[in-house]
């Protein structure tokens, strides 16, 4: 799932601030425009920058199927429901109905090719909006996120909860798949009644994985002193503000473009 992945690559090296100015002018830019260039341009940048993490293909799987969800979702519900909003003005050009008859308040749920049309945007601006931030937890190691949030004053109890949160998601994905294979190792065929014994399982393991947090936290006087020192330090460096400088002109260029043709429709 989401979890760092140890490697040597210029994007593992940088500082996390750089990352996360990144991901937030790339998700910026993909919410400002409506352009099928601009968003291509951005989900091309944010891949290149995806090759420079040299993040293998199987950490990106569960990455991948995120992202097609959301591609597919995206397309249909807006194909349906985009024409169908009290605020549309447009034309409406039906494909077919995916309904025989007309149903009481949801009607025929008629296909348009303007639904379409916006629904790849949608999808477009749903790729690149998740493939920016992504980059962050994958290439950035939790103790270095650690210190980014205390140099932007977060209080250590909220740095605690994100920081175990992003730990606990693939931990808990881990502890999943091993239950399973080991229930498939015990029976051929598994019902409904293994899956709610995984599911217990589950959730028995992660209490006890917590509780063992809690435990260490205490021995380690969490908490007991507002001021804490760390053996590492982060330092933004030369190549820390020429990523920040690209990711800055990646967002000027989505607003030049974007306000080059709201001039040319106030001008029409």
């Not at 420079?52 to 807006?78: E, N, S």
């Not at 509780?211 to 936290?217: C, E, I, P, Y």
């Given at each position: 799932m989401i979890e760092?992945?140890?490697?040597?690559?210029?994007?593992?090296?940088?500082?996390?601030?750089?990352?996360?100015?990144?991901?937030?002018c790339v998700m910026a830019a993909a919410i400002i425009t409506s352009s099928y260039l601009m968003l291509a341009f951005l989900i091309i940048?944010?891949?290149?920058?995806?090759?420079?993490?040299?993040?293998?293909?199987?950490?990106?799987?569960?990455?991948?199927?995120?992202?097609?969800?959301?591609?597919?979702?995206?397309?249909?519900?807006?194909?349906?429901?985009?024409?169908?909003?009290?605020?549309?003005?447009?034309?409406?050009?039906?494909?077919f109905n995916l309904l025989p008859y007309n149903v009481p308040i949801i009607g025929f749920l008629p296909v348009t090719v303007e639904g379409i049309m916006y629904g790849v945007v949608f999808s477009m601006r749903m790729v690149a909006v998740l493939l920016a931030p992504m980059i962050v937890p994958f290439t950035t190691h939790p103790s270095d996120m650690i210190l980014v949030l205390r140099e932007m004053r977060f209080p250590e109890w909220m740095i605690l909860l994100i920081t175990m949160s992003i730990r606990f998601?693939?931990?808990?994905?881990?502890?999943?798949?091993?239950?399973?294979?080991?229930?498939?190792?015990?029976?051929?065929?598994?019902?409904?009644?293994?899956?709610?014994?995984?599911?217990?399982?589950?959730?028995?393991?992660?209490?006890?994985?917590?509780?063992?947090?809690?435990?260490?936290?205490?021995?380690?006087?969490?908490?007991?002193?507002?001021?804490?020192?760390?053996?590492?330090?982060i330092k933004f460096g030369k190549k820390d503000v020429i990523f920040s400088a690209f990711s800055v002109a990646v967002l000027g260029i989505v607003l030049m473009n974007t306000s080059g043709i709201w001039i040319k429709s106030l001008n029409i």
């Open positions: 760092y992945v140890n490697s040597n690559s210029p994007l593992h090296r940088l500082d996390p601030r750089s990352k996360i100015i990144f991901a937030l940048v944010s891949a290149i920058v995806w090759i420079i993490a040299d993040v293998p293909f199987r950490k990106l799987k569960h990455v991948f199927l995120i992202l097609l969800v959301f591609i597919i979702m995206g397309m249909i519900t807006q194909a349906v429901f985009y024409t169908d909003r009290p605020d549309y003005t447009g034309t409406k050009t039906v494909i998601i693939p931990l808990t994905f881990q502890n999943f798949y091993t239950i399973r294979n080991a229930q498939k190792l015990r029976k051929i065929k598994t019902g409904f009644h293994d899956l709610m014994l995984l599911m217990e399982t589950l959730l028995i393991t992660s209490l006890k994985t917590s509780k063992q947090t809690a435990l260490s936290l205490e021995t380690k006087a969490f908490g007991y002193s507002s001021k804490r020192t760390s053996l590492k330090t």
